[in-house]
């Protein structure tokens, strides 16, 4: 009988044993850390909507323009102003390259090549890290479980509080949603925007002034059309639709590409590169052509706010049989005889 009681505590031993090493122990059982990633996620073609308290222009809505890799352009309508960032997740920071204001027309940011920029979040996302901007603002995480009360329900959020000259700001970020509330205090001020709606594939859309050539041969005719953009969709391809689908008095032919449209920040100017199509399809005399010219300048000039616009095809100087546009020659905007259509 003993033999059998000691067998069956061997066996149960060995057993035990086997557990064991099969399944250790977890000595680390930590919670895993707190990323950026998680707090500011890029989600495309989403629509924020804030409400606002204690200022006009504190109700906004944001787009996503553009996501590429670690970087990501959204667009806020204030209703005073856009303002396009251009935000980068790097290193363990979310940092702000670009905050330009005033821009009411598309064009992607995300490549250009930024030397700093502006710290909104950095690792590790634990209460009491901080740290200083260029400006002098110090940020610090005050909080990792703030409860924040929104239209959309209560969320659980990381508070951000930075202090500098101008006063105190207080963000607060959402896991798998983003920024939801921020508020700014100040000398006799508190101004608050709160998230209230996020509207999933949404494109963002706006009007653009389209102008198109009389069969007179003298007037311009202007019509306003409703434009939409899909994150990274480009404005080339979104114009050149738009204009091939204007007018029976063609200003793209229907075989022109726009090869390359781009805004030139240092310039204050347009850049657009065609196919050869859009002189081989021209069935004009030189004044018509000239015509088509100068839609095809108002329209870009319009769009993009300023007053120079240069062309090219196939990125060569332009030249037709009637035209020939030098190299560095820009055409310039030009209202004359220029007719609203209603």
């Known amino acids: 009988m003993n033999k059998i009681i000691t067998m069956v505590i061997i066996s149960a031993m060995l057993f035990t044993g086997c557990a064991n090493e099969a399944n250790p122990p977890d000595d680390n059982n930590e919670t895993p850390s707190l990323k950026i990633e998680n707090y500011y996620p890029f989600t495309e073609n989403t629509k924020y909507v804030y409400e606002g308290e204690g200022n006009e222009f504190a109700f906004m809505t944001t787009y996503v323009d553009y996501i590429k890799d670690n970087r990501i352009q959204t667009r806020t309508d204030n209703g005073g102003t856009e303002i396009v ?3 980068e997740i790097k290193d363990g920071q979310l940092l702000e390259l670009l905050n330009r204001g005033e821009t009411y027309f598309r064009e992607n940011f995300t490549d ?6 502006r710290i909104l979040l950095k690792e590790p996302l634990e209460e009491g890290n901080s740290w200083t901007n260029d400006s002098g603002a110090t940020s610090t995480i ?10 959309m329900g209560n969320f659980e959020a990381l508070e951000v509080t930075t202090e500098g000259k101008q006063g105190k700001t207080i963000d607060y970020y959402a896991k798998d949603t983003g920024l939801i509330k921020t508020v700014n205090i100040g000398e006799g001020y508190e101004v608050s925007s709160t998230i209230s709606e996020i509207i999933k594939n949404q494109p963002f859309i706006q ?3 389209l102008y198109y050539p009389d ?3 003298i007037t311009i005719h202007a019509v306003d059309v409703q434009i939409s953009f899909n994150t990274n969709e480009e404005p080339k391809d979104i114009i050149e639709k738009n204009v091939k689908d204007l007018s029976v008095y063609e200003v793209l032919g229907p075989n022109t590409k726009i090869n390359d449209l781009y805004f030139d920040e240092q310039g204050n100017s347009v850049h657009i ?5 859009f002189v081989t399809e021209m069935n004009a005399g ?3 052509e000239a015509m088509i010219l100068q839609c095809l300048t108002n329209t870009l000039g319009d769009y993009y706010q300023v007053e120079e616009v240069y062309i090219t095809i196939d990125g060569g100087p332009y030249e037709s049989g009637h035209i020939i546009i030098e190299e560095g020659e820009a055409y310039k905007v030009d209202y004359t005889n220029v007719k609203t259509t209603e």
């Open 207 to 209: 009007s653009i002034t």
């Open 142 to 151: 005050t909080n990792v479980a703030k409860e924040i009360v929104t239209k």
């Open 215 to 217: 069969v007179d041969g």
């Open 286 to 288: 030189s004044g018509f």
């Open 85 to 87: 960032k251009v935000l």
């Open 273 to 277: 590169d065609l196919s050869k199509e």
């Open 112 to 117: 250009e090549e930024y030397t700093s920029g």
